[in-house]
T-cell receptor, first 114, second 115 residues
Framework: GAVVSQHPSWVICKSGTSVKIECRSL??????MFWYRQFPKQSLMLMAT?????????EQGVEKDKFLINHASLTLSTLTVTSAHPEDSSFYIC??????????FGPGTRLLVL | QQQVKQSPQSLIVQKGGISIINCAYE??????FPWYQQFPGKGPALLIA?????SEKKEGRFTISFNKSAKQFSLHIMDSQPGDSATYFC??????????????FGQGTTLQVKP
C-alpha cells in the first residue's frame, strides 16, 4: 500500500517551454501533497505544499509564477514548470500524505532543459 | 532552529556489520522522526519512523533510537547487506499527526556496504 506515482519519469525540453509533472496517490486519498526539488548528492528541498481544492503554499524563495501547482483531486497534484530554463534542470519529487503525518514519495521526475 | 543535522556524510561498513547514522535537532516542537532510504535516481522510501513517546522502535534489521533529552535520534542497521547501500535521510516534523507537518530533512548519509 501507500504507492505514489509520478509521470513522466524523465523529460527533456527546450528552453522557454513549459513542462507538466503529475503526481498521483494510487491506493489512498491525499488531502496534502508536497513538491520537492533535489540537486545531485544533496538533500531534498521543499518547494511547496499542495492542498486539495486550495492554493498551494510556497516556501520562501520559490517563485509561484514559475512553478505552478494544482491539486485538482484527492489523488492528483500537478507541477508545471513554466518557461523552463537550464537552471531549472533538476530532480523533482512529490510526496503524499494519507492523513497521519506520514509522507510517501513518488519515484521522481528528472527534468533536463536544453 | 529548524535544522536537522545528520552525520556522518558517508559511511563504509563491511557486510554483516552494524551501520549507525545519527541526527540531532534543536526544535523541541518536532514530534515525528522518519528515516528514508533513497537509491540513485529514485524517490525516497520510508523505512521506519518514531514519535517522541517511545525511546526505541525496531522493524526487522532497522532500529531507531530516540533520546528526547539530548534531542538526538539514530538509525541502526543490523547485519548490513550490500543491498542496503544507498543514501539515508533522517527527517523531523511538527504536527506530525496531521497532513500539515512539513518534513525537515537532514543532509543525508551515503552508506556503502562492502561484500
Amino acid at each position: 500500500g501507500a504507492v505514489v506515482s509520478q509521470h513522466p519519469s524523465w523529460v527533456i525540453c527546450k528552453s522557454g517551454t513549459s513542462v507538466k509533472i503529475e503526481c498521483r496517490s494510487l491506493d489512498f486519498q491525499a488531502t496534502t501533497m508536497f513538491w520537492y526539488r533535489q540537486f545531485p548528492k544533496q538533500s531534498l528541498m521543499l518547494m511547496a505544499t499542495s492542498n486539495e481544492g486550495s492554493k498551494a503554499t510556497y516556501e520562501q524563495g520559490v517563485e509561484k509564477d514559475k512553478f505552478l501547482i494544482n491539486h485538482a483531486s484527492l489523488t492528483l497534484s500537478t507541477l508545471t514548470v513554466t518557461s523552463a530554463h537550464p537552471e531549472d534542470s533538476s530532480f523533482y519529487i512529490c510526496s503524499a500524505s494519507p492523513g497521519d503525518g506520514t509522507q510517501y514519495f513518488g519515484p521522481g521526475t528528472r527534468l533536463l532543459v536544453l | 532552529q529548524q535544522q536537522v543535522k545528520q552525520s556522518p556524510q558517508s559511511l563504509i561498513v563491511q557486510k554483516g556489520g552494524i551501520s549507525i547514522i545519527n541526527c540531532a535537532y534543536e526544535n523541541t516542537a518536532f514530534d515525528y522522526f522518519p528515516w528514508y532510504q533513497q537509491f540513485p535516481g529514485k524517490g525516497p522510501a520510508l523505512l521506519i519512523a518514531i514519535r517522541p513517546d517511545v525511546s526505541e522502535k525496531k522493524e526487522g534489521r532497522f532500529t531507531i533510537s530516540f533520546n528526547k533529552s539530548a534531542k538526538q535520534f539514530s538509525l541502526h542497521i543490523m547485519d548490513s547487506q550490500p543491498g542496503d547501500s544507498a543514501t539515508y535521510f533522517c527527517a523531523a516534523s511538527t504536527d506530525g499527526s496531521s497532513n500539515t507537518g512539513k518534513l525537515i530533512f537532514g543532509q543525508g548519509t551515503t552508506l556503502q556496504v562492502k561484500p
